[in-house]
């Protein structure tokens, strides 16, 4: 609006009433009967998609956070912001009332995480037969790595310094006639693994009519198992 100097200009303005919300800022964990403030909690306080409003602060040290001019005649939420939200209200003015109070739930920093716990693991490896298998590697996977070990002459094995809640075990054999084994223990118990032997297959590979070594030629073991071979050119092939 221009307004020009003249005894005949006025400018008439239209003021809205404005009300002030008053927040207190809680732990989450906080019962109505026991409140536990939290202090310097950034919040917000915000209007519809039809009535655009916003403004932010922060509480005091008393958790108490207040915004004046909040027009009462439009619908209002507050929040907590930057990783506190842990709740919206909406805000209300009750009657005739330009004061409101909320009282807000917040999430408070948690407290660093502890030290994973520390402990071992011990076992035993053995053939299908029951009988102890030495010299058998054992890798133990955890958090903060693995821990490596070798079972003894009875087969037994012993990790220790393991970091971790729950441990997945991944056990290998030092030796080409088993196969490996896995198994899933907790920390500071016993894991028995048995392994089965496997067998080195050597074969070769003929044309039917020739005789000839068929060269480049792809054999699969099981239809279940898809694992294949690779011939030479002499048709030998080891797996």
Known sequence: MDIKPGDDNAAVFHLKRAGQVRVLTIDAASTLSELAPVPNIPIEIRG?????FYKTTHTDVTGYGIFDSVPIDVQLQVQAIQGHAYEVKKVSFKGDSILADIILKVKTNPPPPEDE?????RGAIQDMDGHPISDCKVAVRHNKGTVVVFSDAAGNFFADGVQARRERLL?????ETYTPATAETAINSSVTLTLSASVTM???VLDMI???PVSS???KKSSSIPIVSTFGSS?????
């Open 217 to 219: 030629f792809t054999v």
């Open 48 to 52: 519809t998609r039809e009535h655009f």
């Open 210 to 212: 020739t005789k000839e």
């Open 235 to 239: 048709g030998n092939f080891k797996d």
């Open 202 to 204: 050597r074969c070769r």
């Open 117 to 121: 716990p520390s402990g071992w693991v």
């Open 171 to 175: 056990i290998t054999s030092a030796k």
